[in-house]
């Protein structure tokens, strides 16, 4: 359902244009409907009634990569990507989902994920992977370029709770499926770090995808599980906080969960009550004097912004401090760090073309740095960056993976 | 109605992807940032002169109307498809083609965005100063087509004094070159100027040839804050008589300021019924010179603070505040009319004044910004465009301002073009020998009256 406050959204652009150029989807594109005032439009059409929800309009509404740039630009301050999020919601009966993201969703919102990665973890591992053809590709990605699935998953390699001695701090982990299943290098490095620093750390048992991808894609009653399980294992009142170290996993449980809830018509206070106490990894750790633990590593490291990290949780400056801490580390800026990477989950396998223009430029200003590491709190963007990398020798790593490794 | 078979030429030559038809494409082709929709029956995207001549040798030949269009920045519906037919919107055409650094001049196609012209043109430390408020999002092409003023209009002029060429297609879809690369050139009828600010009604411009200046050196951005208004409008004004020459003189009134500090919290001062945002730029001794000169000025005037800005980046930040003074001031009403009327300088305050009292009087919210040093009004209008009573009321402010405007030798629209949002009141300004001339002029380029057809000429009451 479309709120009343929402819906009157669509009367407050103006049409100055502001949304056009750094859309990185319509700089790719150059047409009106791949815009952000473009898609309002067609939106407010809609809600007046004067235009039907048509296969044109649906195929518009997911040429978007909701990175937010246009919310953030936008100087009426016009909650464009809310708008286009409910407004895909909206129109999920009408167009259904196609196969691959149904199966996709079947598996993050069910109870067979572990399952399949087990066989599939397996599998990958052995010559299944050799014999995928050499230049294939999921959208942009070569196949090649995949990390290979983590042997155990991380969750399995760790007990619930992590004691340390004398707890100077306590917090609940959500690892996501990226570093459960995936990137378990990030999960080994938050863990190492954390308790290093004396945090006891508590990773919930039963905790399940975030959904993000899910509702994003406008299944929300499909989500809605996955969303009242979470907050039920990780609104505990004996933590000192709850940490991500996905952005995305970030951006849903600070504050889209509430957003749907409401939009829903569901109970929103406990989505309130846990989005307060979510921090991404790299906010926590900036509490502590970490200086004196680390130790100097080599490299020339770059920063890249995740869309749900820099816009969705407004965090911009704590990953580059992080990264600024470690002593022998060089920190270079690159031109547009907080450009989106082209990623946008599903986006760079349903429009590859789009996606490897505005990678494309993210890569060239990775090589203009120079550096030999790129940094990103965002398995998506990790995946999208170093799968376009081509032959550079170019590492992407989370932040916390490097502060890790100073401490070792 | 365009028919089928010359949407099927037309997508031979540029093929399907760069010729939408669909409703909802259209849809989004029916506004610019004026508040009035006309949809397209097509939407048609060249990439080169030779694909655009083309078109228009077909269009000629079988009366299809064709509406150029950029980015769709514009604020009085220039380019909107008026009378239908197909929408030529230049934004796939955008490539630099030549930065010439030994004769300074640059050869630009039509859809390159202003601030990425100059961002690129920085790289070679040159400077093309035309600096309309939509630099962002507007296209030269656009800019050409409109005359686009800007902020720096007090230092530098518009986009007609640094347009040295064209290579335009006319609506026949024969190619022809106006002026060219040199920076004198009296051959001829100076039509490179006759085309600038044409509003897309006499031909199509393919390449643009602009003039560039060297950059200057530094820049300093200077905030005064004034609790009366008046004071801000005699210091504009008092600038000017004594000789001095900032590179930008704005004025905001309190609601813009409000709004933008609503946006993007910079600290502007909210309690201010008025802040001059000024630059000065040029040689770094001289820059720091006149900041001081122009900072006891405006305390001398009654400002009640002057704040200088420190970096480049607050600098740039306060420009893109004011840049985004019209979309924001979407946070107070739905719809916004910007009104256009540019006075003598010596008579701003007065105007200001005027406009003031019309909203009052009125009861329309309008809040003020203005390239002051320009006598270059920018009343924001603000409605609902849903309250039919309010528009009238609204309709009934502009009409005054318009008249008032006239009434001390000032001009209908100094910068964003007559359109449809200002063609009621060409015959108030221009008088029937004018018009007629002009219709003249438009049928010796467009004798079928194909080109942007429901323009202001066609329109003017």
């Not at chain 1, 598996?107 to 572990?114: Q, V």
């Not at chain 1, 170290?245 to 849903?252: K, L, Q």
Request: aromatic share 6%.
């Amino acid at each position: 359902m479309i709120t009343p406050e929402l819906k009157e959204e669509v009367y407050n652009c103006i049409k100055c244009g502001l949304c056009l150029t750094p859309c990185p989807v319509y700089k790719q594109l150059l047409f009106e409907g791949a815009s952000p005032r473009g898609k309002v439009q067609l939106i407010k059409k809609i809600l007046e009634g004067k235009l039907e929800a048509t296969e044109r309009f649906h195929q518009l509404l997911f040429t978007c990569l909701l990175c937010e740039t246009c919310t953030v630009n936008c100087p009426s301050g016009l909650k464009v990507d809310r708008l286009m999020k409910a407004m895909r919601a909206e129109v999920l009966e009408k167009f259904g989902l196609p196969w691959q993201k149904k199966m996709l969703f079947h598996l993050l919102t069910g109870d067979r994920l572990l399952p399949f990665f087990l066989f599939w973890g397996r599998a990958f591992q052995t010559p299944v992977r050799k014999l995928l053809p050499k230049k294939g590709k999921v959208g942009t990605i070569p196949y090649a370029k995949f990390p290979p699935l983590n042997k155990k998953s991380l969750r399995d390699q760790y007990p619930e709770v992590i004691r340390v001695d004398k707890p100077k701090g306590r917090v609940l982990y959500f690892t996501g499926c990226a570093t459960n299943y995936l990137f378990e290098s990030t999960g080994r490095a938050v863990i190492d770090v954390l308790t290093r620093l004396g945090i006891e750390v508590i990773i919930p048992k039963g905790q399940m995808c975030c959904g993000l991808p899910v509702f994003l894609a406008g299944a929300r009653q499909m989500a809605l599980k996955n969303i009242q399980k979470n907050l039920e294992l990780f609104n505990r009142d004996d933590v000192d906080a709850i940490l991500v170290d996905c952005a995305t996993c970030g951006a849903a449980l600070k504050k889209e969960y509430a957003h749907i809830l409401e939009e829903m018509g569901e109970n929103t206070e406990a989505a309130e009550k846990l989005g307060k106490k979510v921090l991404d990894v790299s906010q926590y750790l900036a509490k502590f004097d970490l200086g004196k633990h680390l130790k100097p590593i080599t490299g020339r490291v770059t920063y890249h912004d995740p869309c749900h990290l820099l816009r969705s949780q407004g965090v911009k400056e704590e990953p580059r401090a992080l990264l600024k801490k470690i002593p022998g580390l060089q920190f270079v800026e690159m031109a547009g760090a907080d450009v989106c990477c082209g990623g946008g989950g599903t986006f760079q396998w349903e429009h590859p073309d789009v996606s490897t223009g505005i990678t494309g430029n993210k890569v060239k200003a990775i090589k203009d740095t120079g550096a030999d590491l790129v940094a990103s709190g965002c398995p998506g963007c990790r995946l999208q960056i170093f799968g376009n990398l081509g032959e550079e020798p170019v590492q992407v790593v989370h932040p916390v993976e490097l502060v890790a490794k100073a401490l070792n | 109605m365009v028919k089928p078979e010359i949407l099927e030429k037309f997508t031979s030559i540029l093929g399907p992807e760069r010729v939408k038809t669909t409703k909802e494409d259209l849809l989004t082709y029916s506004y610019d940032a004026f508040i009035a929709e006309y949809a397209p029956e097509a939407v048609i995207f060249p990439k080169t002169t030779p694909e655009v001549a083309e078109i228009m040798k077909i269009a000629s030949a079988n009366r299809v109307f064709v509406t150029p269009r950029g980015s769709g920045s514009g604020l009085s519906a220039a380019a909107l498809a008026k009378e239908g037919g197909v929408m030529m919107c230049f934004t796939m055409m955008n490539r630099i083609l030549e930065i010439n650094t030994a004769n300074r001049y640059a050869v630009v196609e039509p859809g390159v965005i202003i601030s990425e012209f100059q961002k690129e043109l920085d790289k070679f430390n040159l400077f093309y100063p035309p600096d309309p408020g939509s630099a962002t999002v507007a296209t030269m092409g656009g800019a050409v087509m409109m005359n686009a003023g800007g902020m720096r209009g007090v230092k530098y002029g518009v986009t007609r004094d640094y347009l040295l060429g064209l290579e335009i297609v006319l609506p026949s879809g024969a190619v022809m070159n106006t002026g060219g690369v040199n920076a004198k050139d009296v051959t001829g009828y100076d039509l490179t100027r006759l085309l600038c600010g044409s509003e897309g009604t006499l031909a199509l411009a393919t390449k643009i040839i602009v003039r560039l200046l060297p950059k200057p050196k530094t820049k300093r951005t200077l905030q005064a804050i004034y609790n009366r208004i008046d004071d801000a409008g005699n210091t504009v004004a008092k600038i000017i008589e004594a000789g001095i020459i900032p590179a930008t003189l704005e004025l905001m009134d309190n609601q813009i300021v409000k709004a933008l500090e609503d946006f993007m919290h910079l600290g502007f001062p909210l309690d201010a019924e008025a802040v001059l945002l000024i630059d000065v730029d040029g040689e770094p001794e001289t820059v720091e010179k006149q900041a001081v000169l122009i900072a006891e000025f405006c305390k001398s005037q009654g400002a009640r603070d002057v704040r200088v800005s420190q970096s480049e980046k607050e600098n740039e930040q306060i420009w893109v505040a004011r840049r985004s003074a019209f979309g924001a001031v979407a946070r107070l009403r739905p719809n916004c009319l910007v009104e256009d009327a540019t006075v003598p300088v010596s008579k701003l305050t007065e105007a200001i004044k005027k406009v003031i009292e019309v909203s009052k009087r009125n009861r329309v919210q309008i809040a003020v910004v203005a390239h002051a040093g320009d006598g270059n009004l920018h009343p924001l209008v603000l409605f609902d465009q849903r309250d039919k009573e309010e528009l009238k009321r609204v309709d009934k402010a502009i009409d005054e301002i318009v008249d008032y405007a006239l009434s001390v030798g000032g001009t209908l629209s100094g910068e964003h073009g007559i359109g449809i949002a200002k063609s009621k009141y060409l015959t108030r300004q221009l008088s029937p020998t004018a018009l007629e001339m002009m219709r003249a002029v438009k049928k010796t380029f467009d004798p079928q009256g194909i080109l942007n057809p429901g323009s202001f000429l066609e329109s003017a009451a």
